[in-house]
């Protein structure tokens, strides 16, 4: 199975080399099926029981193209990276090809329970997704840096088709629908964390094979962290990650507004504990991830990345389990309140 998952992944990487678009490159398509080529690496996330849901039960779909002469329409509702993971990928090509990245981490703690429990109205769901367009900046930056020759302009186009292919994918799984659910919507942003993770699985091969085509000189241009940017913290290691880990107190927060929302009973207070409890895992999952360092070259960083990706998907099942058991528990009354949370307005 090894060896034949290895020829797929040959098959798929060569054909971007040749292919009329990114698209194109990474799909085979036979009768009216197409089946999408992921890299068949170390990933590990996702055999935990927690089942994800199928494709279609969560209504994601390409973006509507406007018509002609027509202004695209700008997504409305949460406009956060959890729900429309190419909003995340500016920041993380930055991360990856010229740290540090100027942008946050977008999955933390805080824009987790914010993006789950943000109010939107009925009307602002289905909306056009957000595109990401800074492939080709990412691919002309990467060619003044190592000035490919040879044999290293085909793997550089391939760099680039997967690239392209990524911002596709992640076009392809844009929601055309908001749960207004907390739980049900950490169930969407966990499927949009997957599909990032995936987007980066295809960009992994390409990338590493063009790293063992650079010579030293090549190599020493290639992705380098900006020397301004490597400050020391007092523990000795660079400052160039950006902080990333909930304080106890952030933790603690979140559950007191949801108590002082639902008032509840004694009979509900093993549930309570239950989600103080799922909120501390969720916090210790990001926070024994978050990087007080970035690795030195562009494939370490993108690695260090899809283990970030991990870590936040299992925090995100963690406390999606937890808000769906408590949800049960709840009055009507009680219900109402809960609805009413909204953790971004208590920032």
């Known amino acids: ?47 935990a029981s927690h089942a994800l849901r199928d494709e279609a039960s969560l209504k994601t779909a390409a973006p509507a193209q406007p018509a002609a002469g027509s202004q695209a329409t700008a997504p409305q509702g949460p406009m956060s990276p959890l729900l429309y993971p190419a909003l995340a990928l500016p920041a993380v090509y930055d991360e990856i090809f010229s740290p540090p990245s100027s942008s946050p981490w977008p999955f933390s703690y805080d824009a987790i329970l914010q993006t ?81 993770a995936e987007a980066l699985d295809f960009v992994r091969p390409p990338l590493q094979e063009l790293e063992q085509s650079l010579n030293d000189t090549q190599r020493a241009r290639f992705g380098m962290a ?18 990333c880990a909930a304080a106890p107190t952030k933790v603690d927060a ?36 978050c990087p007080l360092s970035l690795p030195g070259d562009p494939l370490a960083r993108l690695e260090a990345i899809e283990a970030r990706l991990d870590a936040t998907w299992r925090a995100l099942v963690s406390i999606q389990t937890a808000l769906s058991d408590f949800e049960t528990k709840l009055s009507a009354e009680q219900r109402v309140r809960f609805d009413a949370t909204d953790f971004a307005a208590a920032q």
């Open 226 to 243: 900006h020397p301004m940017a490597a400050a020391v913290r007092p523990d000795g290691s660079n400052a160039i990650a950006p902080a």
């Open 1 to 47: 199975m090894r060896k034949i998952c290895a020829i797929v992944t040959i098959a798929a990487l060569a054909a971007v080399a040749f292919s009329p678009s990114p698209s194109a490159a990474f799909g085979l398509r036979i009768g009216p099926f197409y089946f999408g080529i992921p890299y068949f690496g170390y990933r590990h996330r996702h055999h």
């Open 116 to 196: 789950a429990f943000a109010k939107t109205a009925p009307d602002q769901n289905a909306a056009a997704c957000p595109q990401a367009n800074r492939q080709s900046a990412v691919a002309e930056r990467i060619r003044a840096e190592i000035r490919p020759s040879g044999n290293q302009l085909q793997v550089m186009q391939k760099l680039g088709g997967a690239l392209g292919f990524a911002s596709d994918y992640l076009a392809k799984a844009c929601p055309s629908e908001i749960p207004q659910d907390p739980a049900a919507r950490l169930q969407l942003m966990e499927w949009q964390i997957e599909k990032l």
């Open 254 to 289: 979140s559950i007191e507004q949801i108590s002082l929302a639902v008032q509840p009973t004694d009979a509900q207070r093993d549930a309570m504990d239950g989600l103080k409890q799922a909120f501390r895992n969720a916090a210790n999952e990001l926070d024994a991830i």
